[in-house]
C-alpha cells in the first residue's frame, strides 16, 4: 500500500469517529425502562413505589405501598438511598436486596450500564428540587 492511500484511509477513519455521536447519556430516556412500573408523581403507585423523592429516602418506607419483606429489613440496616447505593442496586437489584420483589435484571451492560445508571440516579435526584 502507498502511502497516499494509507494516509487518506488514515483520514477517512477520523472522520467517522468524530462523527459518531456522543455518550451522553439523558436520564429521562434511560428513565424509560423503568416508568411500567414506576411513576414519578408524588405518591402514585403502579406495579413498584413512585420515585419520586426516592433520593434520600430510607428504603422501604414510602406510605401506601407494600414492599417485600426484604427491602423493608435493608431499610432497617439503615441503608439510605444516596446516589452509591442506588448505583450498587441498580446495577443488579438481588445483589443487594436478595429478596426484592424487583423484578428487573439491571442496568448491567458492560459498554453502557454505568454511564445510564448514572444518568437514571441524576434524572431522579432532579425531580424533587
Ligand atoms: C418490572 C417492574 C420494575 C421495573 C422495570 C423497575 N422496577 Fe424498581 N421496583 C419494582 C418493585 C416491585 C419494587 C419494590 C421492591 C420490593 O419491595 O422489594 C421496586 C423498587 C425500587 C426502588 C426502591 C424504592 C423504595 O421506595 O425503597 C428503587 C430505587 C427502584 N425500584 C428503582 C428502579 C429504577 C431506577 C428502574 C429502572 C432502571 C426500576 N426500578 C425498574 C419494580 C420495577
Redo the contacts with the bound molecule.
Sequence with gaps: MNKTIMMSIGAALVLATSALPSFAVDGED??K??R???SIEDGKMK???S?YG?VG??????TG????A???AF?ETGAV?DAAT?NT??TK?RDL?T??????PG?NDEVTGEADRLA??AY?DGLDD
Design positions: 434511560v428513565f425502562k423503568c411500567v412500573c414506576h406495579v413498584g413505589p420515585l426516592v429516602r430510607t428504603p422501604g418506607t414510602l405501598y407494600k414492599y417485600s426484604s427491602m423493608i431499610g438511598w442506588l442496586y441498580l437489584p436486596v429478596k426484592t420483589k424487583m423484578i428487573f442496568l437514571v440516579i431522579l
